[in-house]
């Protein structure tokens, strides 16, 4: 069993910053991807980052050049440097992590970005 618990939302003005993190405990394997979605009220949840083994990123171009994604292994955790925040980046942001069982997700912190 996997659990993902994260830490770092609140309120913030337009081009601030904040960084979330992510703590993961159970059964963690560093060459499985790590990430963060977000959801926004009325919409899907949507990819912001992921990482995978060897540090290779991806990223929504929306956050392209904003958002910067970390993992430390050793500690299994990651995170995610915000920058330049927009008040459309308000939204609920999941961690998540992907085993071969499955999709495991945290409990979401929120983001609130005030114009």
């Known amino acids: 069993q996997v659990q993902l618990v994260e830490s770092g939302g609140g309120l913030v003005q337009a081009g601030g910053s904040l960084r979330l993190s992510c703590t993961a405990s159970g059964r963690i394997f560093s060459t499985n991807p790590m990430g963060w979605y977000r959801q926004a009220p009325g919409k899907q949840r949507e990819l912001v980052a992921l990482i995978r083994s060897g540090d290779i990123t991806n990223y929504d171009d929306s956050v392209k050049g904003r958002f910067t994604i970390s993992r430390d292994y050793a500690k299994n955790t990651v995170s995610l440097q915000m920058n330049s925040l927009k008040p459309e980046d308000s939204a609920v942001y999941y961690c998540?992590?992907?085993?071969?069982?499955?999709?495991?997700w945290g409990q979401g912190t929120q983001v609130t970005v005030s114009s």
């Open positions: 998540y992590y992907a085993a071969r069982t499955g999709n495991y």
